[in-house]
């Protein structure tokens, strides 16, 4: 498969080349060079910046998870005193309050995540499909589509505090005054019914975004697969099944594991929607960390809470990006 | 070409993943200088009704302050909700402000950090002593023993505000002295849409500040003498149930009263909707929503029996703000000009009559300004009946968890659910096994 890519790429170079003038003095050997060493010169700024924004804090990060970091260190944290691996025992002896807690704010995560992606996966794909037949007022309603995905996170989510407001939220005007589907009106913002205001939150967020890239993956189908299908008498399902969805697949594996990062991580939407204390129902892992941290002030405790959560994060993607290349290549073969 | 890819998704992997990770951290440099002796920059809280009210109190003094000094005063008013990260990032990256305002139960917790210049004698004797100022405002400027962490700039204290026509129409005479007559007076006011009394369910200090007094007046601490947090034992939590109980057990406050904390229990007495609110200082704020001062009364927060006194009938925090300077500022003379111009007996009236609170400063506080009776109720207060919160180095800690607690209990009375003792003492000891272990 390199091969044909290889020379397949050949042809293309070549007239490039013809137009520079280093390409004149030597055209093959600075061509290796270029084709060995150009792609990493590209990526070079990249990666120094990645070590500086990323890279660098995330070691520091690491660090403070093995000190005692408190108030009376924050001031001049490399003074703090080593605790070894104390903070990791915390976080993880689930029979202790402290790693109880942790362990509840991941199922939840877990939770939360699997609903909120597969939903924005479910409605980003089907508004996706609809719009591919051109229709009357299509273009509006895709620029309406994006909406939620174009404005600032804040704004939307202080929106939805006052629609979930218990007086004078419009969601309990709706449900209850007019509706009547509840005794009487519901609490959305703390309480057991947080988790699903969250989630709603989280949805309509969320699937612009996979309604924007699944989009980009069906113009990259041939028509004429759906016209020789059609021909051979599939119906709109079979369609679906044996053409959009396998053609679709390199364009979701990489949505759904991008979907899975952010919402897992999601750190806004909670903290807008909450304050700096979720209800323990939407006790997502991210505010949770920031409570150890910012709010009950134990930075060691928190900080391993993070680099564990950042491992477990490691090994989802590790596993996954395994399993979608295996079925790629069992695909091509 | 497979590789590149592979590793660019790697790439990109690590930096989704890293947002989860780290917060930097560096280390500052000891004490502070007088290498920029021309400039200074503050840090006020949000005092008014908003950041603008604020800056138009301000701004007209820090221009007098540089006529007189020639230090030129930066001024950011920080929202309440960012504060305390505000000072936090300050404190790790040594890159803050000279000058500041803390809450001041904050007090004993930033004073931990070491960031806060200690006001010991030689630097009290620079803003004219530590005689100047009340002995309550004192008592919450940092941990006992220590020198102080800050100095005192504005004071306030609980009152319970009543609408004087809500308590005519039900025919009330006065407002209620003990909290059995303020529930028998709230049954009478829960009517009609209308309730007895407002609450910030949902807001974490607010809680702890109410939990607090209840606390003292059932003879109980949150902590030990050591220092230790304590927050199951009987009187804290009889304390506990007995406010949450206001909404559960007693109904004198709207279930929607659960997850406000954005002060609009404030909103609804200025709109008549709650009868009573147990508040600081909200002349200003009830103002600004239309409400007139005549249309409410202010009366002492009331005790369980007799007259609010020191002891068990303490029926306030000590309230109030806090002037602090950061350890390395740059203009450690202008930072204590500034102090001192701001503790000054004329500054304490111009800024304590524009923020409805009272001078910490002696001479002031005497001023016929601060005599109206609403003033002379949060005075009493102050000096006879409020107790300041614990000045232990975890008290930010206590605060989250027990007000979170506290906010997790209104939750379940909103919800229709029994608070009992049992469903208290779980939530505190939650709260309580929470605090670092020392």
């Known amino acids: ?333 | 070409m497979r590789r590149i890819r592979a590793a660019a998704a790697g790439a990109v992997t690590i930096s989704l993943l890293t947002a989860a990770t780290a917060c930097g951290g560096g280390s500052s440099n000891g004490g502070g200088s007088n290498d920029s002796p021309k400039t200074l920059t503050y840090w006020a809280s949000n005092q008014g009704a908003s950041i603008e009210i604020d800056k138009k109190v301000l701004q007209p003094e820090l221009d007098k302050f540089e006529k007189q000094s020639g230090v030129k005063v930066k001024v950011e008013v920080v929202p309440w909700s960012d504060l305390l990260n505000r000072i936090l990032t300050a404190t790790t990256s040594g890159q803050g402000p000279d000058v500041l305002n803390i809450g001041n139960t904050w007090s004993a917790s930033l004073q931990a950090t070491g960031a806060l210049l200690p006001w010991d004698a030689k630097n009290f004797a620079k803003i004219g002593g530590k005689d100047r100022f009340v002995d309550s405002a004192l008592g919450s400027t940092g941990a006992e023993g220590k020198d102080p962490a800050a100095v005192p700039l504005y004071s306030m204290a609980y009152a319970l505000y009543y609408n004087k026509k809500s308590f005519a129409d039900a025919g009330i005479a006065k407002p209620p002295a003990t909290w059995d007559e303020l529930v028998a007076d709230g049954k009478k006011l829960s009517k009609g849409g209308k309730w007895g009394l407002g609450a910030e369910g949902s807001n974490v200090s607010e809680n702890i500040h109410h939990v607090f007094v209840f606390a003292k007046q059932h003879g109980a601490d949150f902590f030990t003498a050591d220092g230790k947090a304590d927050f199951t034992n009987d009187g804290v939590v009889a304390a506990v149930q007995q406010y949450v109980g206001l909404m559960a057990k007693d109904k004198i406050i709207a279930p929607g009263n659960a997850e406000y904390a954005q002060n609009q229990s404030v909103s609804d007495f200025a709109k008549g909707k709650n009868a009573m609110l147990l508040w600081q200082s909200a002349s200003a704020n009830l103002k600004s929503q239309g409400m007139s001062e005549d249309a409410y009364g202010i009366a002492p927060v009331p005790v369980q029996s007799g007259t609010p006194g020191t002891g068990t009938n303490v029926n306030s925090m000590v309230a109030g703000i806090n002037l602090a300077v950061f350890k390395n500022t740059k203009n450690l003379d202008g930072a204590a000009k500034f102090v001192k111009f701001m503790t000054s007996d004329a500054e304490q009236k111009i800024l304590n009559t524009a923020y409805s609170s009272i001078p910490p400063v002696k001479n002031a506080q005497g001023d016929s300004a601060f005599n109206s009776p609403s003033n002379v109720v949060l005075k009493d207060t102050l000096a006879k009946s409020a107790a300041a919160l614990p000045q232990v180095a975890d008290e930010s800690q206590f605060e989250t968890t027990v007000g979170t607690a506290v906010k997790e209990l209104f939750a379940a009375a909103a919800a229709g659910h029994p608070v009992t003792t049992a469903s208290v003492k779980a939530e505190l000891e939650k709260a309580q096994q929470q605090m670092p272990k020392k």
């Open chain 1, 1 to 333: 498969m390199t091969t044909t890519t290889a020379a397949s790429a050949d042809p293309g170079e070549r007239t490039v080349r013809k137009d520079s003038p280093g390409a004149a003095r030597g055209p093959r050997r600075t061509g290796r060079i270029r084709r060995i060493g150009l792609p990493y010169l590209l990526l070079l700024p990249a990666l120094l910046l990645e070590l500086l924004v990323h890279l660098v804090p995330m070691v520091i990060g690491i660090v403070m998870s093995f000190k005692e970091l408190t108030q009376f260190y924050i001031r001049d944290w490399g003074t703090a005193p080593w605790s070894g691996l104390d903070n990791y025992k915390v976080s993880v002896d689930f029979s202790a309050p402290v790693g109880k807690a942790l362990l509840h704010s991941f199922m939840v995560t877990v939770g939360f995540t699997l609903l909120s992606v597969g939903l924005c996966w479910l409605i980003g794909t089907a508004a996706a499909i609809y719009m591919q037949d051109t229709f009357r007022g299509r273009g509006l309603l895709r620029a309406l589509f994006l909406v939620p995905y174009a404005l600032p996170v804040y704004a939307a989510v202080i929106t939805w505090v006052f629609m979930f407001q218990h007086d004078n939220g419009l969601v309990n005007h709706v449900l209850h005054d007019q509706l009547h589907l509840t005794d009487k009106p519901s609490f959305w913002l703390i309480g057991d019914n947080s988790f699903y205001a969250l989630l709603v939150v989280s949805v309509w967020k969320g699937w612009p975004f996979a309604f924007l890239i699944v989009m980009a993956g069906l113009q990259n189908i041939p028509g004429e697969l759906y016209e020789a299908a059609a021909l051979d008498g599939a119906g709109l399902w079979q369609q679906l099944r044996r053409i959009t969805l396998p053609s679709l697949r390199a364009v979701n594996q990489v949505l759904i594991l991008v979907l899975f990062l952010w919402t897992f991580n999601d750190f806004n939407t909670p903290f807008v929607l909450f304050g700096r204390t979720a209800p323990e129902s939407a006790d997502l892992i991210s505010v949770h960390i920031y409570q150890a941290s910012f709010v009950t002030w134990n930075f060691g405790t928190g900080s391993a809470m993070s680099v564990l959560l950042l491992l477990f994060l490691l090994v989802v993607t590790g596993a996954y990006l395994l399993l979608t290349s295996r079925g790629r290549k069992t695909a091509d073969v």
